[in-house]
């Protein structure tokens, strides 16, 4: 499986983007999918998780009600909309694929990695 990541920018604080990550292979709907990022100097954290189907989203706290983790299985596409950013919010954002439909905040979980796409909230 390969997952392209895009839609990082520079916005400011306040502002929206939506990231998008595109998975090769036939089976998508197979893989729980997860969103990570990775600030400076910094280790790399969970933001968003959903299921193979979609019916079950997790959220870390620090960005629960500012984000929102979809899917849309008939594209092979994850996506990460991001509403009311913050500074704090600045990283390179990974998408993650796990061979199992589950949900999981752990990064060992995940299988698949693509690239990152780097996001940039100024204030």
């Known amino acids: 499986v390969q997952l392209q990541a895009s839609g990082g920018g520079l916005v400011q604080a306040g502002g929206t983007l939506r990231l998008s990550c595109v998975a090769s292979g036939r089976t998508f709907s197979t893989y729980g999918m997860g969103w990570f990022r990775q600030a400076p100097g910094k280790e790399r954290e969970f933001v968003a998780t959903i299921s193979g189907r979609g019916g079950v989203t997790e959220y870390a706290d620090s960005v629960k009600g500012r984000f929102t983790v979809s899917r849309d299985n008939a594209k092979n596409t994850v996506y990460l909309q991001m509403n009311n950013l913050k500074p704090e919010d600045t990283a390179v954002y990974y998408c993650?694929?796990?061979?199992?439909?589950?949900?999981?905040?752990?990064?060992?979980?995940?299988?698949?990695w693509g690239q990152g796409t780097l996001v940039t909230v100024s204030s």
């Open positions: 993650a694929a796990d061979k199992s439909p589950l949900m999981s905040t752990r990064p060992l979980t995940y299988d698949y």
